[in-house]
């Protein structure tokens, strides 16, 4: 184990950098991000801060989008939304930078979420410099959904609204709604 490795292992986080993004298609190596909205919590779940940010595509880029996104992201309004107040991606890649260095300092971000893996890939691939500032550990709150669906039958209800601050809001109800099972039944 190398040091930097050991030293991030024994690190206790003490914040949680919740992410959510929101893309052409499920693809890393065709699609593109579209949205990103990221907010830090404490352990109790109080918001510190937030940023949330749509990116300037070209009709080409958006005419390559999967036809689940195209319809969900039509009917969202994040199409629109981009179209007319979409940001170069550098900018919005160095603003998120800044972000989380300035709530972060030294200390690795926890990047927390609803199937987390998929938008750790992206932000791997697309924002290598933002990669550079994560913890290799991950909370995945879909880890617990598999947990509490088929050993507990406890099903949580949301609203499928995929726009990337609203999904982070549901991730972390969701994760608070797990908890609150486990302290009364545990």
């Known amino acids: 184990m190398t ?17 959510d993004l929101e893309m052409t298609g499920l693809d890393v190596n065709k699609d593109v991000i579209l949205e990103v909205a990221a907010e830090i919590t404490d352990f109790e779940f109080n918001t ?10 070209s009709t080409e880029e958006l005419g390559r989008m999967s036809d689940w996104s195209m319809e969900h992201h039509s009917s969202s309004g994040l199409i629109e939304r981009i179209k007319t107040s979409g940001r170069e991606e550098s900018a919005v890649q160095h603003e998120l930078v800044g972000f989380i260095s300035a709530q972060f300092g030294s200390e690795a ?17 697309w924002w290598p410099e933002v990669d550079a500032l994560l913890h290799y550990r991950m909370l995945d709150v879909s880890s617990f959904k598999i947990i509490m669906q088929a050993k507990y039958g406890i099903f949580f209800e949301k609203k499928e609204v995929h726009r990337a601050f609203d999904d982070i809001q549901a991730s972390i109800a ?3 709604y797990y908890l609150d099972w486990f302290k009364g039944n545990v």
């Open 3 to 19: 040091r930097m490795t050991r030293e991030l292992k024994e690190q206790i986080p003490t914040k949680l950098l919740w992410v």
């Open 174 to 176: 969701e994760f608070q």
């Open 109 to 125: 971000a926890i990047l927390s979420g609803n199937s987390i893996h998929n938008d750790r890939n992206f932000i791997r691939h």
């Open 48 to 57: 510190i801060a937030s940023y949330q940010a749509c990116i300037k595509r």
